[in-house]
């Protein structure tokens, strides 16, 4: 009978400490959560969207479409025409737009596709490629840049 008493108080025991600990945020998930909102204090606009068809990211599953990171700007004034490219081999891929932007070089890791539509550029990438947030300001200043082309 004194043994019952131990197992059943070690087992209570095991099992708040894995409650706690499950409790704990990833390293990733705090990454992850550290850069978004650094993006957001620089005037950056992070969020999680579904990935468009014409982006082609592969799907989650063969009935589910993957969650990707779209990070853009707004530009209060402009009348931005719509634009649609794809990143290939660090280039632009125009789908639908402007010829001056097919070809332009993309020095961003992780990039996937960008788009621009009336007073909005934004870029859709992976955020794993960048966890330290390094090229936050890059990815500033080439979506004003896009916008001013």
Avoid at 17 to 27: E, K, Q, T, Y
Avoid at 85 to 92: E, F, G
Avoid at 97 to 123: R, S, T
């Amino acid at each position: 009978m004194e043994n019952t008493g131990i197992w059943v108080a070690v087992a209570i025991i095991i099992f708040v400490m894995g409650s706690i600990f499950g409790l704990r945020v990833s390293p990733r998930e705090k990454a992850l959560g550290l850069m978004r909102e650094k993006a957001r204090k620089m005037g950056l606009h992070p969020r999680l969207v579904v990935a468009p068809d014409w982006t082609k990211i592969p799907k989650a599953t063969e009935s589910r479409a993957s969650m990707v990171a779209y990070y853009s700007v707004l530009i209060a004034d402009a009348r931005l025409p719509l634009m649609r490219a794809l990143v290939t081999d660090q280039k632009l891929e125009l789908l639908h737009g402007d010829e001056k932007f097919q070809g332009l070089p993309i020095a961003l890791k992780g990039i996937y596709a960008i788009d621009m539509q009336a007073n909005c550029v934004g870029i859709y990438w992976d955020e794993e490629a960048d966890l330290r947030a390094t090229q936050l300001d890059e990815m500033k200043a080439f979506l004003h840049s896009l916008a001013e082309r």
